[in-house]
C-alpha cells in the first residue's frame, strides 16, 4: 500500500527545499537525539528511502495543549510534518472533516491499515463509570484506545495524562482517569511526558523511529532516555548560582532581576529529569526556569500530586545527598558546596545501582536517573 | 424527519456532539453535547490557592493562559491585592498575544476549510491569485511563482494519494463558492499562519518560559523579573527589542493577511451575514485593565449587556446575577433540577443519565451534555469577540466604532449584519487587528517604566499564607479569546474549600436550562440549510463561527463538599 506514495526527498524538492536544508534537518535531529555524528547518513538515509507513514493521533481527557504544543514545533515545522514527513490523517483539533468522515478515517485504519500507522495519543482515559467520561461518536475512549492502538504499528503516548493519568488523575481522581499504557497494557507505549510534552523531542523520537525502524532507548518508565536521562539541576543554566549559594528570596528581589537560582522558591529541579533545559521551547526560545519561575517538575511521574505544592521548597536536593539539610544551602558555605558537588556524582553513581526494577511514583524518581541512568 | 448527528465536531477545542432535526432543507432544531468531564475542581479542593492557576491553566491548552490569568485574578480579589502596573502591563501583553494569535489559528486552521475547498487550489492560476492578492493587500509573498510553488506542493500532496489531514474534507460541496484562485490564495495563508503563530507566540515563551501553559504567574504579581541591564532579569533591553519585533510582526500579518483573507472570503459568502443569527443577547466582561483591575470604565475593552440586538443601550453587568442550570445537564442539584445556583453557591453531582455508550443517539428530551446551562437573569447569553465588539460599538468605543463601520462598508453591510455566522467571523477579524495595533504600544510603556527605573513585578505582602484571614472568597474575571471568563473562590485555612469556573463556551455551547430556552449554538443553528444530510457543512460553519473550546466548557464544583457520587449506568 505505501509503495505507491512518495518519498520524503521527493515531497521536500517538490516545494523547492533544496538539500542542503534537508540535511540541516537530518543534522538537527540527530543532535536532538544525542547520536553519535557518524549516524547522520543513517538518519538521511532513512528519510530519503522511506514512504510517507501514516499517523493517527487520538485526543480523550485532554485539553488539547500538547496538540498546540506540537503546532509550534520547529524542527521540523507542523507544516513539513504534517505534509511531507508523515500522512497526518486523523487528528480531531485540525483534521478537515468531521462526524462520520472523521470517524470513517479510523476504520479504515483498523481494517485495512493493521499494523502500518504509528498512533499519537493525547489525555487520559476514565476508567470510571463505564467510560462514560469521556465518548467521541457515541464510543468510549479507552473503546476507541483499544481499538486503534491494538492495531498500530507502534504507539506515543504525548503529555503528562496519556502517560500516567496527569491532571485528571490527580487527587480525588474523579473520574478513575488512567494513563495509556494502564488502560490498554496490551499495547507497546513509548511515553513523553510533560506538560505538555516537547514537541522537539516527539518529532526526534519519530525520525529514530522512522531511520532505525524502532524507538530510541527507553527507562524505566518507558520514555525515551535522551530526553527524560538528566536532572534538570545539572543542565539549569542557574546551577552556579546554586553552587555559589545565591537564592532568590523574594520575587522581583535583586536575585531574581540577576537570574539567581530558585530553588527557595520552590523550583523542583533538583528532582525532576527533562531535558528542558537544553531543547528549551518554542524554537529554542526559553523555559520556565530561565524566565524566572521555578520547575514544576512537570515531566515526573504522577507530578501533579508527587511534586506540589508547588512553592513550597524540596526538603532535601538531589545532589546533596542526604547529608546536607536544606535549611544550611545558601549559608555560603562554599567549601561543603564544592564537596557536596563532588559527593553528588558519587551519590548518583551509588542510587542507580538501587534504582527500582518497577516504577516507583513519589520522589524517588530524581535520586534513580542521575547520569548513571543516561 | 431525519436527525443528523456530528460526533466528533473537529476542527475545535474539545469533545462535541451536535445533534439536528432537519426539514426542508433546513435545521429545524438542534442540541449541543459536551461528552468529555474532567472534574478539576474536585481535584482543586484543598491546594494551596497560590497554585491554583497552575492547575486551572490546564482546563485548555488552547486557550492556555487565560485561565491562569482570571485564576490568580480570583484569588487577589479574594484577598485584597492588587498588583503592581508592571504585572498589570505584562499580564495584559500575554493575554493580548493570545487573543491574536488564537484568533489566527482559528480562521486560518479551525475555520477556513468551512469556506475554503483546498482541492479546488489545484484548479487556480497561478498568475491570476497574484493579481488576486495584489488587489487586496500590500503582502510581499504574492508573486505567480510564490502561488505556483504553493500550488505545486498542493498537487504533490493529491497525487500522493495521501491528504494527511485534509483527507476527510467535504471537497466539492456546493456550499463552496469561492473562484479556485482564492482558494489557493486561501490555502497558502494557512501554511503561512501556522508558520506565524510559531514564530509570533515567542513573545510568551520569553515572558513566561513557554507556550502553551505558560509558566509566570503569581498571586500578587508575575515571576518575570525586570532590568534593563541584567542579563539574568526576564525583560531587559534586549527582550524588549525582541518583543517590539515580534509585536510587529502580529501587526503586519493581521493588517496585511488576515484581515483582508476576512474580508475576501466573506464578499463571496454575504448571505452568511443573514443566517446563524442566535440569540441576540450578548455579555462582556469587558478587560485589560488599564489602571485597577476594579476601575471597569477604564478596561480597554468595555463591560456590558446588549440585549435583543438594541444597539442603543448598553446594560450594566453584575457578576451576582450569574447562575446555571442542570436541567439538561448530566448532574443534579439537590434542591431539584428546576432552580439555577449562583456560582459562590454551586453544587455539582455529577449523574450520567445518558444511554451507555456505544450509542447512536441521545435522549434531547432529558439530560444530554456536560456542560450547564449559565443565564444572566434567566436569560441565556452570547459572549465571545461578537459579544466585545457588539458592546463596544455600542458603548460608542471611537475605535472599535471605526473599525466596524470600516468593515461593513467594505462589504455593503449594516451593522444588524453583524447579528450573524459571518459577523462572528468578522468582528474576530477586526478585534484582532484592534489588539494588535496597541501590543507594541505595551511593550514600550514596560519598557519605558523600566529605564524609568520602575522594576517592581510583585506585591509580596501577602505572599505568606500564615498572612490571610482564615477564611475569604473572590472572583476573578477575563475577556478569553471566546468570551467571557470568570472564576470563583472560596479559601478557607490556607487552602482552596471551594472553586468554579464559567466558562465562555458554557455560556454559548450549553444545553437548554429549565424554561427549555436553547443556549447560543442551539439557538443560532435554527434555519441553517443543510444541502446534503450526509456532509453537514454549513452546520458546521455555524459552529466554528463560535470557535468551540469544550474542555473549558465543562467544569464542576460542589459548594457542599461532597465527593462525587459513582454511577449507575444501565
Known amino acids: 500500500m505505501l509503495s505507491q506514495f512518495e518519498t520524503l526527498p521527493d515531497a521536500l524538492r517538490s516545494r523547492g527545499v533544496r538539500r542542503r536544508q534537508f540535511l540541516k534537518f537530518c543534522s538537527a535531529m540527530v543532535a536532538t537525539l544525542a547520536l553519535p555524528d557518524r549516524y547522520f547518513g543513517q538518519v538521511v538515509a532513512a528519510l530519503e528511502a522511506r514512504k510517507r507513514p501514516v499517523l493517527v493521533w487520538l485526543e480523550f481527557q485532554d485539553c488539547a495543549g500538547n496538540t498546540e504544543s506540537m503546532l509550534r514545533s520547529g524542527h521540523p515545522t507542523v507544516a513539513e510534518t504534517v505534509l511531507e514527513l508523515l500522512s497526518w490523517e486523523y487528528h480531531e483539533t485540525i483534521m478537515a472533516g468531521a462526524g462520520k468522515q472523521a470517524e470513517a478515517v479510523l476504520d479504515r485504519m483498523v481494517k485495512e491499515h493493521r499494523g502500518e500507522y504509528l498512533a499519537v495519543v493525547e489525555g487520559s482515559i476514565p476508567m470510571g463509570d463505564g467510560g462514560v467520561y469521556c465518548t467521541i461518536g457515541g464510543r468510549t475512549a479507552l473503546d476507541i484506545a483499544r481499538g486503534v492502538c491494538g492495531a498500530a504499528k507502534a504507539t506515543i503516548a504525548v503529555g503528562a495524562c496519556a502517560w500516567d493519568g496527569g491532571l485528571v488523575a490527580a487527587r480525588p481522581n474523579p473520574t478513575g482517569a488512567v494513563g495509556l499504557e494502564e488502560a490498554v497494557p496490551s499495547v507497546p507505549v513509548v511515553n513523553l511526558g510533560g506538560c505538555p510534552h516537547n514537541p522537539a523531542n516527539t518529532a526526534a523520537v519519530l525520525v529514530h523511529y522512522l531511520t532505525f525502524g524502532e524507538m530510541p532507548a527507553l527507562d524505566q518508565y518507558n520514555r525515551p532516555l535522551f530526553a527524560y536521562g538528566k536532572l534538570i539541576h545539572d543542565q539549569c543554566e542557574r546551577r552556579a548560582h546554586f553552587d555559589a549559594g545565591r537564592f532568590v528570596q523574594d520575587w522581583g528581589d535583586e536575585g531574581h532581576r540577576k537570574g539567581w537560582c530558585l530553588y527557595k522558591m520552590g523550583c523542583k529541579g533538583p528532582e525532576a529529569t527533562f531535558n528542558c533545559p537544553s531543547v528549551r521551547w518554542n524554537d529554542g526560545t526559553s523555559w520556565p526556569v530561565k524566565a524566572g519561575h521555578g520547575c514544576l517538575g512537570c515531566a515526573s511521574h504522577r507530578f501533579w500530586d508527587t511534586r506540589s505544592p508547588f512553592y513550597e521548597r524540596l526538603p532535601h536536593v538531589a545532589g546533596f545527598g542526604v547529608d546536607v539539610p536544606a535549611t544550611s544551602i545558601g549559608m555560603g558555605l562554599a567549601g561543603v558546596v564544592t564537596a557536596a558537588t563532588v559527593a553528588h556524582a558519587v551519590g548518583s553513581a551509588v542510587r542507580a545501582k538501587v534504582r527500582p526494577e518497577e516504577p516507583e511514583p513519589p520522589s524517588g524518581e530524581g535520586a534513580g536517573q542521575g547520569p548513571a541512568g543516561a | ?570
Open chain 2, 1 to 570: 424527519m431525519p436527525r443528523i448527528v456530528v460526533d466528533p465536531v473537529t476542527r475545535i477545542e474539545g469533545h462535541l456532539r451536535v445533534e439536528a432535526q432537519v426539514e426542508g432543507g433546513a435545521i429545524a432544531d438542534a442540541w449541543s453535547s459536551g461528552t468529555m468531564f474532567r472534574g478539576i475542581e474536585i481535584i482543586l479542593r484543598g491546594r494551596d490557592p497560590r497554585e491554583a492557576w497552575i492547575w486551572t491553566q490546564r482546563i485548555c491548552g488552547v486557550c492556555t493562559t487565560v485561565h491562569a490569568l482570571t485564576s490568580v485574578r480570583a484569588v487577589e480579589d479574594a484577598l485584597g491585592i492588587e498588583v503592581p502596573d508592571n504585572a498589570r502591563i505584562i499580564r495584559n501583553l500575554i493575554a493580548g498575544t493570545q487573543l491574536v494569535q488564537d484568533h489566527v489559528i482559528h480562521f486560518y486552521h479551525l475555520h477556513a476549510l468551512d469556506w475554503v475547498d483546498v482541492t479546488l487550489a489545484l484548479k487556480a492560476d497561478p498568475g491570476k491569485t497574484s493579481q488576486l492578492a495584489e488587489s487586496i493587500s500590500t503582502w510581499p509573498k504574492s508573486s505567480r511563482n510564490y502561488f505556483k510553488a504553493v500550488q505545486d506542493r498542493v498537487k504533490k500532496l493529491v497525487d500522493s494519494g495521501q491528504l494527511s489531514l485534509f483527507a476527510s474534507g467535504y471537497w466539492g460541496h456546493p456550499a463552496y463558492h469561492l473562484p479556485p484562485e482564492a482558494n489557493l490564495l486561501a490555502v497558502a495563508h494557512y501554511i503561512e499562519a501556522l508558520e506565524f503563530q510559531r514564530e509570533f507566540i515567542r513573545i510568551h515563551s520569553v515572558l513566561g518560559g513557554k507556550n502553551p501553559h505558560l509558566q509566570t504567574y503569581l498571586v500578587g504579581g508575575m515571576a518575570s523579573s525586570m532590568d534593563a541591564n541584567e542579563p539574568g532579569a526576564t525583560i531587559n533591553t534586549e527582550r524588549i527589542t525582541q518583543l517590539r519585533e515580534l509585536a510587529r510582526s502580529a501587526r503586519s500579518f493581521v493588517e496585511q493577511v488576515y484581515v483582508p483573507d476576512v474580508l475576501a472570503v466573506a464578499g463571496f459568502y454575504k448571505d452568511w451575514f443573514g443566517r446563524g443569527e442566535g440569540l441576540g443577547n450578548f455579555l462582556a466582561y469587558g478587560c485589560y485593565p488599564m489602571g485597577s483591575i476594579k476601575d471597569h470604565a477604564k478596561f480597554f475593552l468595555p463591560r456590558g449587556i446588549v440585549l435583543n440586538r438594541d444597539l442603543t443601550q448598553v446594560h450594566p453587568v453584575d457578576p451576582a446575577n450569574i447562575a446555571e442550570y442542570v436541567s439538561h445537564s448530566w448532574y443534579e442539584y439537590s434542591g431539584g433540577d428546576a432552580q439555577s445556583k449562583h456560582p459562590f453557591d454551586g453544587e455539582t453531582n455529577p449523574k450520567y443519565s445518558g444511554p451507555r455508550p456505544p450509542f447512536q443517539q441521545l435522549d434531547t428530551e432529558k439530560k444530554y451534555s456536560w456542560l450547564k446551562s449559565p443565564r444572566y437573569q434567566d436569560q441565556p447569553m452570547e459572549v465571545g469577540p461578537l459579544a466585545r465588539m457588539v458592546v463596544a460599538y455600542a458603548s460608542g468605543h471611537q475605535e472599535v466604532r471605526t473599525l466596524v463601520d470600516g468593515v461593513l462598508a467594505k462589504l455593503g453591510a449594516p451593522p444588524a449584519a453583524l447579528f450573524s455566522t459571518l459577523g462572528r467571523v468578522a468582528a474576530r477579524a477586526i478585534e484582532t487587528a484592534l489588539m494588535a495595533r496597541h501590543l507594541e504600544g505595551w511593550v514600550n510603556e514596560l519598557d519605558d517604566r523600566m529605564s524609568h527605573g520602575d522594576v517592581r513585578i510583585h506585591d509580596g505582602r501577602l505572599w505568606d499564607p500564615a498572612s490571610w484571614p482564615r477564611e475569604a472568597r473572590g472572583f476573578g474575571t477575563h475577556e478569553a479569546p471566546r468570551g467571557a471568563l470568570g472564576h470563583w473562590i472560596e479559601i478557607e485555612d490556607k487552602a482552596i474549600k471551594n472553586y468554579q469556573a464559567v466558562v465562555p463556551t458554557t455560556w454559548n455551547a450549553g444545553p437548554r436550562d429549565a424554561k427549555g430556552q436553547r443556549g447560543a449554538y442551539e439557538a443560532a443553528l435554527l434555519k441553517t440549510p443543510v444541502a446534503d444530510g450526509e456532509r453537514p457543512l454549513e452546520l458546521l460553519r455555524t459552529i466554528h463561527s463560535f470557535d468551540p473550546c469544550l474542555a473549558c466548557a465543562v467544569h464542576v464544583a460542589d459548594a457542599r463538599g461532597n465527593t462525587l457520587a459513582h454511577l449507575q449506568v444501565d
